[in-house]
């Protein structure tokens, strides 16, 4: 729905540019290319951001379900780490050769 929301307000920029403006074609097309190539480069981050996110979520689940998880080809499990939910961290359990470590559930597999 937003995509579409953006898409219709695209539309109604880029008629004002068309008919409103006393560019020329070229100052149009140069604002046609920028605006473009700012929306696109949204899409793209949106898209990047979504499947990082994505990404955590099912190591986070695999986690909870005891399985282990591949993070800097360290395996990360029940035993050995606790997960901080606030900062999506591994952090190594007491009395485990990992205690004290830290490792981002986004460097994760």
């Known amino acids: 729905m937003a995509y579409l929301a953006g898409l219709i307000i695209v539309a109604i920029f880029f008629i004002v540019l068309q008919y409103f403006t006393e560019l020329t074609k070229i100052q149009k097309f140069i604002v046609s290319a920028v605006i473009l190539s700012i929306i696109l480069s949204a899409i793209a981050y ?6 990082n996110r994505e990404n955590m979520l099912n190591v986070v689940t695999k986690y909870k ?3 282990s998880v591949k993070c800097n080809g360290t395996e990360v499990n029940n035993t050995n780490y606790t997960l901080s939910i606030g900062t999506y961290t591994f952090i190594g359990k007491e009395n485990t050769e990992n205690y004290g470590k830290m490792i ?3 460097n994760c597999e």
Do not use: E, G
Request: charged fraction near 15%; hydrophobic fraction near 10%.
């Open 104 to 106: 981002s559930v986004s």
């Open 46 to 51: 949106n898209k990047n951001n979504t499947s």
């Open 65 to 67: 379900q005891n399985k």
